[in-house]
């Protein structure tokens, strides 16, 4: 299997990218659909506007979010697309999630790649 990986939306498209899904709800500002060159985006994975307002990008608050987070997740109807596109893309090579929040430590994308990760061990 190939590498499931993350990066900022606003960091260069590379080739060694791969299969490039946002997973932002929201289109990350000052992006065009061209620089982004993504492959899908899978807004409906993002965290809903509540938990992701009630995080507001404060680190202190990242066990709450991530908790908040993973259950919604594991309650996502859109989960089932989602998991089975990224592991179809991963027989093929990497896929990056890609993200617009300035943290790169504390973020959603954190959440969903270890989400994403355990769900694809148990297939």
């Known amino acids: 299997m190939h590498d499931l990986v993350i990066k900022r939306i606003y960091e260069k498209a590379e080739p060694g990218d791969g299969y490039r899904i946002l ?3 929201i289109w990350p500002r000052g992006i065009s659909k061209e620089e982004a060159r993504l492959d899908f ?28 987070y993973l259950a919604e997740l594991d309650q996502n109807p859109a989960a089932a ?43």
């Open 23 to 25: 997973v932002d709800r």
């Open 41 to 68: 985006w899978a807004r409906d994975m993002a965290p809903s506007a509540d938990v992701r307002k009630a995080f507001g990008h404060d680190p202190a608050k990242m066990d709450v979010f991530s908790q908040q």
């Open 81 to 123: 697309e989602y998991l089975q596109i990224v592991a179809d893309e991963l027989g093929h090579g990497q896929v990056t999630l890609l993200y617009s929040a300035k943290d790169q430590k504390h973020n959603q994308a954190e959440v969903l790649i270890d989400w994403t990760e355990k769900k694809l061990q148990r297939q």
